[in-house]
């Protein structure tokens, strides 16, 4: 059975002093998090190892970076390696938010490569793929989002599917407050997962835990992650605030 998870994304928000109270804030609210459940915190790279010690003794609590770059090591002046990140035993990458995306240029060629990056340094990636505005009015989302799951993820045999994460984020709902309906999710999540059936048969389409992210609050998580799709939620704003986020965790089927 793929699990439920919430996955806070922190993108460039903190201080040492906040994370450290908002890390503290969580680890107080005493959650218990069952085993078909996961909780992700993505924080910034300065905070990585924080997070880690942190979150050590809460069952169920795992720590994210937000992106990687492709290559092992080198001259790559102010970027971060995934053997890195391995070697301080982080758990998941976020990989191609559209953030990355579209202030960074990062196409999904470059993300394919993030993700073996990723794979061959035992970091599971969270793949994030979501359509503009412009495409969504356009009615032209579902091949849009089509091709980002073939470019980012399909050159990749089978046995790497498991414990794969993928965040569809409508890229006109993150941070706008403009919630994609629990309806709209459902239907391109369940997309995203005939993709996936395609290539690599439903058995292993059933095993991907597909999360929704965009303006998600605990005020509407409940209703988004009840849809059979839709496992759960990649929250940004929402995240930063303790009893916020520990609603949402709440809310997972
Ligand atoms: P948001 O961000 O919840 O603030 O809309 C989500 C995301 O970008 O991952």
Redesign the pocket.
């Known amino acids: 059975m793929r699990k439920q998870i919430a996955a806070a994304?922190w993108k460039m928000n903190c201080t040492l002093q906040q994370a450290n109270d908002l890390l503290d804030g969580l680890i107080k609210e005493n959650i218990s998090i069952s085993p078909d459940r996961e909780v992700i915190v993505a924080v910034p790279f300065p905070y990585l190892m924080m997070a880690k010690e942190k979150l050590k003794n809460s069952i169920g609590f795992k720590v994210a970076a937000q992106n990687c770059y492709t290559k092992f090591s080198s001259a790559f002046t102010g970027e971060v390696s995934a053997a890195m990140l391995e070697s301080i035993a982080v758990d998941y990458v976020i990989i191609g938010?559209?953030?990355r995306r579209e202030i960074f240029g990062e196409d999904n060629k470059m993300l394919a490569q993030k993700v073996d990056a990723c794979l061959s340094n035992n970091l599971k990636p969270i793949f994030c793929c979501g359509e503009p505005l412009q495409i969504r009015e356009n009615e032209t989302q579902n091949e849009y989002v089509e091709t980002q799951i073939k470019e980012g993820l399909f050159h990749l045999q089978s046995d790497k599917m498991e414990n794969f994460v993928v965040a569809y984020?409508p890229i006109w709902?993150?941070?706008t407050g403009k919630t994609a309906t629990a309806e709209q999710a459902q239907e391109m999540q369940q997309h995203i997962r005939n993709v996936f059936k395609e290539k690599y048969g439903e058995a292993i389409a059933q095993s991907i835990s597909i999360l929704y992210?965009?303006?998600?609050k605990a005020s509407n998580a409940k209703e988004i992650f009840s849809k059979p799709d839709v496992d759960g939620g990649?929250?940004?704003?929402?995240s930063l605030i303790v009893a916020e986020f520990a609603s949402i965790i709440k809310s997972l089927k």
């Open positions: 994304n938010h559209s953030e984020e709902a993150i941070g992210g965009g303006s998600v990649l929250v940004g704003g929402a």
